[in-house]
């Protein structure tokens, strides 16, 4: 789980002064076309150089780190900042960077499912909170980064995250009982799909390049936050 996902852009919004929807939305579509003209271009060799497509790498810790390090005094930063830099390039950052954490997340999440037998791509994410439910481009985002289908849960009464721990503890139990690992669970709560996002697997290398990027400023920066 991230402590911080939508607040970043909700944040960011304020700090720029998009308070208005017209505003914000102008933003959003310089955002939109960013990643469009990033995905059309050629795919980046293992030796190019790792800059930002926006110019600007973040770190989305505003309100301290939960996966994967998990360190309560971890602040958010903000790396590469020039004349140049517009409101769309330091939103393209936020957007860029929680969706670089999900992609740490689901890097870990995949070395436990191959451990237990399963192959990662075959799944799919279900996503839920507001920012994800809202907007297409960090759906578009998050599945070329993790290379699998993102589908939004059309029953919105559910809270995702909290069903999706429950299915898994329910999950481990039924494994449990077996006394089999590797077993296979027949219980699936079937989910109503309302959008189904695929993965542009062409992007997946510059999303690896873009977690690189970004947990080597991570890196750099740690030794300034106050863990106490």
Not at 25 to 43: Q, R, T
Not at 64 to 72: K, M, N, P, Q, V
Not at 181 to 205: D, G, K, M, Q
């Amino acid at each position: 789980a991230l402590t911080d996902g939508g607040s970043v852009v909700e944040s960011a919004r304020s700090l720029l002064n998009l308070q208005s929807d017209e505003s914000f939305n102008v933003c959003m579509e310089k955002v939109s076309e960013m990643y469009a003209m990033n995905s059309a271009s050629p795919s980046p060799g293992p030796d190019t150089p790792s800059s930002a497509p926006s110019g600007v790498t973040m770190v989305p810790f505003l309100s301290g780190e939960r996966s994967t390090g998990f360190r309560g005094g971890a602040q958010g930063c903000i790396s590469g900042l020039t004349r140049e830099i517009t409101p769309a390039h330091i939103m393209y950052s936020c957007l860029e960077s929680v969706i670089s954490r999900l992609g740490c997340v689901m890097e870990l999440v995949n070395e436990a499912r191959c451990s237990e037998g399963h192959v990662p791509s075959q799944g799919i994410l279900v996503a839920s909170g507001n920012a994800l439910e809202r907007s297409s481009l960090w759906r578009q985002m998050l599945a070329d980064c993790s290379s699998m289908d993102v589908v939004i849960d059309a029953d919105s009464s559910s809270e995702g995250s909290s069903r999706g721990v429950a299915m898994m503890v329910a999950g481990a139990l039924f494994k449990r009982e077996l006394g089999n690992p590797l077993a296979t669970c027949n219980f699936e709560e079937p989910l109503l799909i309302s959008h189904r996002t695929e993965p542009n697997v062409a992007a997946r290398e510059r999303w690896r390049i873009a977690i690189v990027r970004q947990e080597s400023l991570i890196n750099a920066v740690s030794s300034t936050w106050n863990e106490a």
